[in-house]
């Protein structure tokens, strides 16, 4: 069972394996709460090339371009795999959990040792409000549209 926490991605080194939209949709959302990333795959999008290059990333982000090598995961805190190849992450996470490193396979949440929730930030009454809904990896389509109902129900100014 996954026990829900919210963690400083500042004092962690974070590694995304994949360069897809999936990785650069979960780049985009690692960085917008600070973190730092490093991403390697042997092609990336080019949504993930203007985060470095458009948006002042480039001190947080560090793009690798080549395959996998099990070297990568040394000093890394968290992991997350987004490529399209199921067998390759599923090494990867094994790897991953046999070091104590903290990895979530973007294919198969049930495969993870940790899930990621929707979430939605915004002032609320002069104070910072962090939403946050999981659906424990089930359906990330209603966690998004619940937690978008919620911002409007509660959050909204009337």
């Known amino acids: 069972m996954f026990f829900p926490v919210m963690v400083d991605l500042s004092a962690m080194e974070v590694l995304v394996v994949g360069g897809g939209r999936i990785a650069y949709r979960k780049v985009k959302k690692l960085l917008d709460f600070g973190g730092r990333v490093k991403v390697i795959a042997p092609e990336f999008c080019k ?3 203007s985060l470095a290059k ?26 997350y795999l987004a490529t399209d190849d ?7 996470g094994d790897i991953c959990k046999s070091k104590k490193i ?9 495969d993870s040792s940790f899930i990621n929730m929707a979430t939605r930030s915004k002032e609320y009454r002069g104070q910072d409000v962090l939403l946050a809904v999981s659906c424990f990896g089930e359906n990330p389509s209603l966690t998004r549209d619940l937690c978008r109902k919620l911002e409007e129900e509660f959050l909204e100014d009337k």
């Not at 458009?54 to 992991?79: A, C, H, K, W």
């Not at 199921?86 to 990867?92: A, T, W």
């Not at 903290?102 to 049930?110: E, P, S, T, W």
Request: proline share 2%; aromatic share 8%.
């Open 86 to 92: 199921k067998d390759l992450n599923s090494q990867i």
């Open 102 to 110: 903290l990895v979530n396979r973007l294919d198969d949440h049930r």
């Open 54 to 79: 458009y948006l002042n990333y480039e001190e947080r982000l560090i793009m690798i371009s080549r395959p996998f090598e099990v070297t990568d995961l040394e000093g890394q805190d968290l992991v």
């Open 47 to 49: 949504d993930l090339y």
